[in-house]
Every structure is written in C-alpha cells, then in structure tokens.
C-alpha cells in the first residue's frame, strides 16, 4: 500500500495592503467606542473614503469630483492653508494611483501632451517666487497648481477603463445638477445674504458663497452634457445620454438664476464650439456671422455704418470699456463694474511695476495696499477678478505668457483629439466627452476674463476635465487586436477595431474606415468631424 507523504501547511502572513486595512478597521472601532456619536460617524465616514480612495483610486476619482462644490463647507485652515475634503481627497487619490505605479499594478504611465505646458508655468512660478515677499504665500499658490496638474496625470491613467470613465462622468453630472438644485432654492425661497437679491428673487449662489463662481463651475459642467447629448449617439438610449440632458436643463436653469453675465458670456461660446464641432452646416453658419461681424466693424472703422447702427453698437461697447475707476462715483446700478474696474486698474499698475516677474505667486492681496483705489476700493476681495491680469500681476510677463500658453495647449490639443475621434469613431462617446471638454475650458476662458475659476477648488475640476481629455485622447487602454470591442450597457463601442486579415478587410492596414469598408455612422450621427 503507498505510502502518501503529508506535509505541513505552510501559514501565509497577510499581505501589506491586508496589514493597513486591518490598522484602519482597528483605528475606526476605536475612535467609535471613544468619540461622541457625531465625531464617531465622522471618523467611520472618513476611514471608508480613505480606504476606498487609497484602494481602488478611479473610485477616488467619482468621490472627488462630488467633493469639489461641497468641499468648502467644512474647510478648516492649517495657517494658511486651506485642507478640506477636495484637497483630502486629491491628495488620496494620487497617492493611490502612485502606489499603483511603484507596485506595478499599473501597467503603464500617460503623461501626455499636456504636461510640458503646465510644468512650464509651474516654472515660471517658481521663478517669480523666489523674488516674492512671502515665501509660505508663494508656495500656498504654486500647490493649487500643482493639485491641478497631478489630478491631470492620476484621472488620465485611472480613467482608461470605459467602467471608470463613465462614473466618473456620472459623478460630475451628480455634482452639477445637486447644485443646480440648490441654487434653485436659494433663488425662489430667497436664502442667502440681502444683497443678492434681485426684484422679487435672490441671485443662486450655491455652496460657492457668490454667484459668480457657482455660474462658472455650472459653466464648466453645463457644456459637457450637451455635447454628449448632441454628440454622441448611442446604440440604444443609454441613462448617461438620458441624465445628460436632464442636467442640460438644470444646469442651464441655474446660471440663467446665477444672473451672471460673465458665465453667460462664457456658455454663449462653449454653444458656438459644441455647434461648430457637431455639424458643417452651423460651422458654415458660424463662419459667415463672422464674416459679416467683420464687415460691420471695417464699416465702423470708416464711420460707414448708419447712425442708429452705430449708436446701438456704441452703446454696447461703452458697458465693456475700459476707464479709469478713479474718477467714477459707485453708484448702487454701476458698483459691481466699477469695482470690477478698481481692482483691473490696481493688477494692472502691479503688473507696470514689476514687468518681469510680477509681485510674486498668491502675493495680489499682500501687494494690494499699496495699489488700492481708496476711498471705495479697500479691500482686495482675494484676486483681481480677471484670471490674466491677475496672473500677470504675481507672476510678471514670464508668468502670462506660460499662462497663455498652457491655456493654448489645451485648447489646441483637445481639438486634435476631437478631429482624430471623428474620423475613427463618429458619434462615439469618446469624441463626444473631448468637444465638451474643449468647450467648457472655452466656456472658462471667457469666464475668467471677469472672475478667477481656480477657487473653491475648481482647479482640481479643471485639472479633472483634463484628465478625461487624457483619458479619452491617449490614455484609454485599446482591446486587444482582432478582439470584438465589448460595449457598455446601451452605448457602442468605443473602439473600432481593425480587421486582421486581407479577407475581411481588403489588405493589411486597411481597416473599417479604409475605402473598401466605410466605418458607418451610428443612428445617422450628427456629430461629423
């Protein structure tokens, strides 16, 4: 009879990452034996964000896109620095994705494009810094650009899979359409302080403190789901495609009760890009309202026009004209351009005395003192309420022209990535997200010609919005090749494959967008590149 060896089973010690868990359980039931009730839940709720923030950072992603409007509500200060839930959770998130990518979880890195303007800036402010009065102010601004750039690269690579892309998506329309909601009820029940009213309502402002903000983070979301309303087309009516129109609605109710003509200004252009982008006939459209807008202004030049015209024109000018706030007196119908206008003229005097590299990073309230238009004009309100002069004025010409340029970068890069999609995959999810990206960084061009939208963390919303355009770009993972292209529920697939033989597809090289086999156009898609 054999004789059957038995050997002992070896006892396997827990992993690392079993380890911390573990610590954390620990901790948590700790701190609820301990703490009162409310600390106790609030402990409990922080240790499942960080778990699931460190564990499994795409999710981090979702969270921290609904952490973005609501992080200020319960911001605490550590000297200077703001540290709320968004910075919190920011701050997890890279630290996952990192920890993914030195253990090798992450098959592979995407920098992209991108990233070389935004360093660029990043050194022109550690240039302009090191002249600065105040080092700890300087540095306390140059971090907020660094978070955007780091949400950049993290939703870039942890958005390759179509699951994550989709929550995360999912995510930002949640978080605009819950404060479309609020600031609904903030404008019929009139809530909030006594100089936001208007007539017979109150100006929405929601969890931002001000209107003009709210709009502009509104108007950062807004244009991405009519784009994937009007540009994407998918097989079957998907929810996303559903909820994206839903949030079109609220979303455009809420700015209209923001009453913000900067964020007005802003989406009128983001509607031009999503038209333009979706189809021929309106780029055509758009390109002879061009032509004709720029007849009349040759006209005007010449003193051509009709006098009426003229007048009209006129008129509309003189509201955006620049002047000198000195002279003026703020009545209660002109204070908001008027201080507006102060604060312009002092960045701009800041901007003359330091051409090079500026007062220094963050450094605007500590130089504005000095450039205050007084008697009416004393407080420095946090910025010069216009993005480039006040970018100008801490960081010098070196600093705008960086600026400028990343600014460029996006834009231009985002076209290309819109151009290429439309030729692989017309009417695609993929292409859809890239033309509402384009238009909301539009949309905040303009915006921030009269407001600065890098606050109340919307720069880690930017930086989010950047990382879908990574993500759908270059850092989406392709299926393998001759693989089919498994699509989501209700949506096509996001990638055509090519065919592998000469059988199927006429030759190698050839694929379904080759003459022989025309890639089609899902439901007659409107969306063309």
């Known amino acids: 009879m054999a004789e059957v060896s038995r050997s002992p089973v070896p006892l396997r010690r827990p992993a690392a990452g079993q380890g911390r868990v573990l610590a954390v359980v620990l901790l948590v039931a700790l701190a609820i034996a301990v703490l009162p009730p409310l600390l106790a839940a609030s402990a409990l709720i922080a240790a499942v964000v960080f778990c699931i923030a460190v564990a499994r950072p795409a999710l981090g992603l979702a969270l921290l896109a609904l952490a973005v409007p609501f992080g200020s509500l319960v911001e605490v200060r550590t000297g200077d620095l703001p540290a709320g839930p968004t910075e919190a959770l920011a701050g997890l998130v890279v630290a996952g994705w990192l920890a993914a990518v030195l253990t090798r979880r992450a098959d592979r890195v995407s920098l992209g494009p991108l990233i070389w303007p935004m360093l660029a800036f990043l050194g022109a402010g550690v240039l302009s810094a090191s002249f600065a009065e105040s080092p700890p102010t300087a540095a306390k601004e140059l971090l907020r650009w660094a978070e955007l750039l780091l949400v950049y690269v993290a939703a870039t690579n942890l958005l390759r899979e179509r699951g994550s892309l989709r929550l995360a998506v999912w995510a930002v329309l949640a978080a605009g359409a819950s404060e479309a909601l609020l600031g609904a009820v903030q404008f019929f029940t009139r809530i909030g302080p006594p100089s936001f009213q208007i007539g017979p309502f109150l100006r929405a402002y929601g969890t931002f403190g001000q209107p003009n903000p709210y709009a502009g983070y509104l108007g950062m979301i807004l244009p991405l789901a009519a784009a994937l309303g009007v540009c994407w087309r998918p097989g079957r009516r998907d929810w996303l495609w559903r909820a994206s129109w839903l949030a079109v609605a609220l979303l455009g109710a809420a700015v209209a009760m923001s009453l ?129 002069l006040n970018v100008g004025a801490e960081m010098g010409l070196i600093g705008l022209a960086a600026y400028l340029a990343m600014l460029a970068s996006w834009l231009w890069v985002g076209l290309v990535v819109v151009r290429r999609l439309g030729r692989a995959e017309p009417g695609g999810l993929r292409r859809a997200l890239a033309v509402g990206v384009v238009a909301s960084l539009a949309a905040a061009a303009v915006h921030n010609v009269f407001d600065n939208l890098y606050v109340h963390g919307m720069n880690v919303h930017v930086g989010l919005l950047l990382g879908v355009l990574g993500a759908v770009g270059w850092g989406l993972a392709d299926p393998p090749p001759g693989s089919p292209s498994p699509p989501g529920k209700g949506e096509q697939a996001m990638e055509r494959q090519a065919p592998t033989s000469p059988a199927e597809g006429g030759g190698r090289g050839q694929g379904l967008s080759s003459p022989q086999h025309p890639a089609p156009s899902p439901e007659g898609s409107r969306c063309r590149s």
């Open 260 to 388: 913000s003509r900067g964020a007005w200004m802003g989406l009128a252009l983001a509607g031009v890009v999503v038209a333009v982008l979706a189809s021929r006939r309106v780029a055509a459209l758009v390109a002879g309202g061009a032509g004709v807008g720029t007849v009349v202004v040759v006209l005007g030049a010449f003193n051509l026009l009709p006098a009426l015209v003229a007048q009209r024109i006129g008129s509309a000018v003189a509201y955006f004209r620049v002047f000198d706030a000195r002279g003026v007196y703020p009545f209660p119908e002109i204070w908001a351009i008027v201080e507006r206008m102060a604060h312009w003229q002092a960045a701009w005097e800041m901007l003359v005395d330091h051409p090079l590299v500026g007062v220094g990073p963050g450094h605007y309230v500590v130089a504005y003192p000095e450039y205050a238009i007084l008697p009416y004009w004393k407080d420095p309100l946090g910025h010069a309420h216009n993005v480039y």
